[in-house]
């Protein structure tokens, strides 16, 4: 390039524009599932970004220019997101006046700021950063609003090859609610945008993406260590919260008001509200409150952050439903130990068969022997149950179910690809996972292939189905007979089938202005292409076809299992409002939620609902839930094995607003006197 320059300038021509191209592979599992090129001109780079895992990803292309602050000029942006929906991004800046369209719809301003795409590939990140290392305090005021910063990290040496280099890490702070970590070289270009489980890093140097998701985690902890240390709190001696009112599962009600004391992890006693205080306790007015056993979210994919987001949503236990083993189990340690904040934790040992779609967690197989041992696997590491996925042979499963009850683990799972419902409860399974794979089989052919996104935009199918046909009722009724379960994780389903560009998500409205900028643009897009002629109507129809099914299964006795599969936290409170939808009262939701989760888990005996004896886990809550449910999502404290925390001080650390003030504490030196502080 070089000496193409030089001639031209030799012979008077117009000189060439130089270009950079870097390249980049995306990993994730350990396998490389995607990619980025991104080629630039001058002042203008143009992106290719990929990737496809577990049958699904987005496919982006970026044409930027910057101005010789690094900011941008014109941002235009198309393609489709990881579910399918289509983008049509578009920035432009001339002068002050800076105006955009996105799934949001139209924006303009006049105020100075970095524009923060809504749908861009991680080549973003680099530009915020470049842009952001030009200014004096590494922050900027960003569009459409909020503001975005950097921190710096250590600097470490790869090795690839591309020879070896010096790459330094950034934290990217305040588009979302955890920061962005991301490694740029010595001249600021980006070299890898990484955490704990996923990678995209430069091509020849995929060798390090072990070590750096690894140092990914590291860092990660690092923070959730620090905010456990300002946020959890220890106090010595018991703990009694006065003037609350109990929800009593055993009645599906509210107790008269009481007072619950807590030594150490256990409830020490359920007393009279009006028993006096005992010497060195801490106490807590809770103004007459409601508290609540810990709930269950049962369909999580765990890490660090959601640990603790799901914890201060009144969530004390969680099912894990995959992952990657080797994290887990380290995320887990962190929690026990007390090292981070985070819920007990249920394992399920994901197993999926090897194929193009693959899902990239847990274990892989690739024959009837290697599923059984990745059965036995799990079942010598005391795991809870395993969870079979898209990708798995169909006639492996009997085997596999039999050795799974075989070691006392039970089964659960996807309905794999050629198969039905009908074929897996007769091959083992105790419980379905998702609603949409419960119902495929009666509208698909046995021939068409659920490994990819079909698998959810064949549910447009729905509407027409018969839910009285004798294939519905055969497949509902095997259900009852064999007391199967299900994990509908409805919340997913409406945000798939209900979401639209532009609008608030139903279930996001009572929190949505609490939340940072990126993550609220980013909640109002599409998830499902609904641009086809009738397809939005019949993806409407879809779920509400879905909610009749859940509603059948729950008339018919079904044990419908609460979980999101979208994080938990915020979503789980959802999850719980839409089963009102199917029939369920408040209180037979709550009881769900926690009693009954906790037997069907065989945790009971310590968990589930307050009393003497049991695990200090539960929340409270200003108002009344049973009267209206929409009550447990303003949570003033929760108690998890004994530790305190206090959502209003939780939230801003994920730049979230809190939604109600902590209660008032009486230390334990005032404790005899009953005089009331202001609160933590």
């Known amino acids: 390039m070089r000496k193409l320059l030089i001639v031209a300038l030799a012979l008077n021509l117009p000189a060439l524009a130089l270009a950079d191209t870097f390249t980049y592979s995306f990993i994730s599992g350990e396998k490389k599932v995607g990619h980025l090129t991104a080629e630039t001109k001058g002042d203008q780079t143009t992106i290719d970004f990929d990737v496809k895992n577990n049958g699904r990803g987005p496919t982006i292309a970026e044409s930027i220019t910057l101005d010789a602050a690094g900011l941008p000029t014109t941002w235009n942006l198309k393609g489709s997101t990881t579910f399918g929906s289509k983008i049509a991004e578009h920035f432009a800046r ?3 006046h800076s105006e955009w369209l996105d799934s949001t719809g139209k924006g303009q301003s006049t105020k100075p700021g970095i524009y923060l795409a809504q749908s861009s590939s991680p080549w973003a990140n680099g530009i915020y950063a470049r842009a952001l290392l030009k200014t004096s305090d590494m922050q900027l005021p960003a569009l459409p609003g909020g503001t975005v910063r950097l921190e710096k990290g250590e600097t470490i040496n790869v090795q690839g090859s591309g020879g070896p280099l010096a790459v330094t890490r950034y934290d990217l702070i305040g588009i979302d609610l955890d920061p962005e970590i991301i490694l740029l070289d010595s001249a600021n270009n980006l070299f890898a945008d990484v955490d704990a489980s996923s990678i995209l890093v430069r091509s020849g140097y995929e060798g390090e993406e072990k070590r750096l998701r690894d140092m990914a985690a590291a860092w990660s902890s690092q923070r959730f260590v620090k905010i456990e240390h300002d946020v959890a709190h220890h106090y010595a001696g018991p703990i009694r919260i006065r003037n609350v009112r109990l929800f009593d599962p055993k009645t599906s009600s509210l107790t008269q008001a009481m007072s619950v004391l807590v030594q150490d992890k256990v409830i020490a006693a359920v007393e009279p509200n009006d028993s006096p205080p005992t010497p060195g306790e801490t106490g807590i007015d809770g103004a007459g409150g409601t508290l609540i056993a810990g709930m269950y979210e049962m369909h999580a994919h765990l890490g660090q952050s959601a640990a603790l987001l799901n914890v201060i949503a009144g969530i004390t236990t969680v099912r894990d439903m995959g992952n990657d083993n080797a994290v887990l189990a380290e995320l887990i340690q962190q929690i026990d130990s007390g090292t981070i904040g985070g819920p007990h934790v249920i394992r399920s040992g994901f197993i999926e068969g090897k194929s193009p779609f693959s899902a990239n967690d847990g274990i892989l197989v690739d024959s009837q022997e290697t599923a059984i041992d990745a059965v036995r696997w799990y079942g010598a590491r005391n795991f809870w149950q395993i969870k079979i996925y898209n990708s798995m042979n169909p006639a492996w499963v009997p085997a596999m179910t039999k050795e799974a009850h075989l070691l006392g683990m039970r089964v659960a799972g996807h309905i794999p690809a050629f198969s039905n419902t009908d074929a897996m409860i007769e091959a083992g399974y105790d419980e379905i ?11 698909i052919q046995p021939t068409e292939d ?16 018969d839910l009285q046909s004798a294939r519905v009722q055969h497949t509902i009724n095997m259900m009852v007979e064999r007391k199967i379960a299900i994990d509908p994780t409805l919340g997913i389903h409406e945000l798939l089938l209900t979401q639209r560009d532009g609008k608030i998500p139903a279930g996001d409205v009572d929190y949505f202005d609490h939340m940072p900028i990126g993550w609220r643009r980013n909640n109002m897009k599409a998830l499902a292409d609904t641009s086809a002629p009738g397809d939005d109507q019949a993806y409407r129809q879809a779920f509400d076809k879905l909610i009749e099914v859940v ?15 979208t994080g938990g936290s915020f979503t789980y409170h959802r999850e719980l409002e839409l089963y009102q939808l199917a029939g369920m009262t408040s209180a037979e939701i709550l009881k769900r939620a926690t009693f009954d989760s906790a037997r069907y888990t065989s945790q009971d005996q310590r968990m589930g609902s307050i009393e003497k004896g049991k695990l200090a886990d539960f929340f409270l809550i200003p108002g009344d839930p049973i ?46 006197t009953g005089n009331p502080q202001t609160g933590p």
Do not use: C
Request: aromatic fraction near 10%; charged fraction near 20%.
């Open 433 to 443: 996972t998702h609603i949409n794979q419960f119902a495929l089989g009666w509208v």
């Open 450 to 465: 659920t490994r990819t996104l079909f698998r959810l935009t064949s549910l447009k199918r729905l509407p027409a189905l």
């Open 627 to 672: 009267k209206n449910l929409k009550a447990i999502k303003t949570i003033s404290m929760v108690v998890k094995d004994g530790t305190v925390y206090y959502p209003s001080e939780v939230y801003p650390k994920f730049g979230i607003q809190p939604f109600v003030a902590a209660p008032k504490i009486v230390p334990a030196a005032a404790a005899a």
């Open 551 to 565: 509603r059948m299964l729950h008339d018919r006795g079904v044990f419908i299992v609460f979980g999101t599969d």
């Open 94 to 96: 001339k002068g002050t």
